[in-house]
C-alpha cells in the first residue's frame, strides 16, 4: 500500500496533486488546441440527439452532483440548453416527466451508484438518451448508457473524491463547448480561446499546490472550529457546496455550503467570532457583490478565508487569510478554486487525527439504494 500511495502520506493527497495530470490524461487526444477541434466520440456519433436536446437532465449524488451543478451553468452558458440538475434518489422516486427528446447524462466516478443506476434505467424506459460520464471503464452505468465519455482520472482510492470531481468538469466542459459549436452558440474565436485556456489549467493547479504550506497553516489556525460555512457565487457555488461536503467527509465538522447572496437569508444569524468563513471571491464573476457579502462577516466578526484571484487587494484587507489562484476564464475557475478546499478539508482531517481515506460510516461506492 506504501507503494501504491507513491510517497504520500494518504491517497487522497496523492490524488489532490494527481490533478494536472489527471486533466491533461483527461483531455489528452481529444482536444487538439492547435487545430480548434475536440473530438469525443461518444458525442460525435450523437451530435444531433445531444445538440438539439430541448432540455438535459443531470442526475447524479455526491461529488458527482456537485459537478453536475457546475455542468449546469456550463451548458446554459455556453450551449443554451436548459439543464435539470438532480439527485438521482429523488427523480427516480417522483414520477419525473421525461420527453423522449431529452438528454440525461448520469455522472458517476464508480459507474455503480445505485440510485443513479435505477434513474438512468427509469430515464431509458421512458425514451430519453442516456449519456454516461464514468471514470471506472466497463462499469454498470458506463455499460447502461446509450452512448458516454470517461473522465480517465485514473483509480481513486481516497473515499473522498478529489480528482474525480475536476476531471468531471473538464468532460463536460469539453462537452458542452462541443454542443455550443453545433449549434452556433458560440464564435470560433471564443470556441478556440475555451480551449487554449483549459490547455492552461494542469499548470495552473500545479500552481495553487504550491500553496500546500499556507493551507497547512490556516487548517492549524481553524481546526478546532464547530462549525464553518462556505460561500461562493454563480460557478464558485457548487464549488462552496463541494467544500463544505469535503470538510464534512473527513474531518467531521459540521459545514455548510451557501450561495454568498442567500447568507442574508439565514446562516448569517450564524456568524460570530467562532465561525470561519471560507468565501471564494474570484475577480470574474460578481466580485463586488462578494466583497460586499464579506465585509458583513467581518462587521460581525467571523473569520474570513477568501479564495482570490491573484494580485487581490480588497479581499486581503477584510480576510484573515486569502489563498491565491492564478486568473482563469469564470467558466473555469472551479478547477482551481476547488483545489484549496480539498487542501484545507485534508489538512484539518489529518491534524484531528482521523481517517482521511476511509472516513467512518462512508463507502467509495454506494451499490444500496
Ligand atoms: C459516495 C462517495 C462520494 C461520491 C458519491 C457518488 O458517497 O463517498 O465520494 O461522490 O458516492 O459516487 P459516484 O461513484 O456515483 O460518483
Redesign the pocket.
Known sequence: EQIEKGGYEHFMLKEIYEQPNAIIDTYRGRMLVNEGIVRMAGVDDNIERLANAKRILIV??????HAGLVAEYIFEDFARIPVEVEYASEFRYRNPIIYENDVVIA???????AD?MAAIKLAKEKGAFVFGVC?VVGSS?SRESHAGAYTHAGPEIG???TK?FTTQITVLTMIALKLAKHRGTISDSDFRYHLQELDRIPAKISKVLEANDHIKLIADKYKEAPNCLYLGRGYNFPVALEGALKLK?ISYIHAEGYPAAEMKHGPIALIDEQMPVVVIATKKGHYEKVVSNIQEIKSRKGKIIGIVTEGDEAVRDLADYVIEIPETIESLTPLLTTIPLQLLSYHIAVMLGKNVDQPRN?????TVE
Do not use: P
Not at 447524479?60 to 452532483?65: D, M, R
Not at 455522472?107 to 451508484?113: D, F, K, L, M
Open positions: 447524479a449524488c455526491g461529488t458527482s452532483w455522472i458517476s466516478q464508480s459507474g455503480e451508484t443513479t471514470n452505468i473515499v473522498a473524491s474525480a467527509e462512508l463507502a467509495k461506492s454506494v
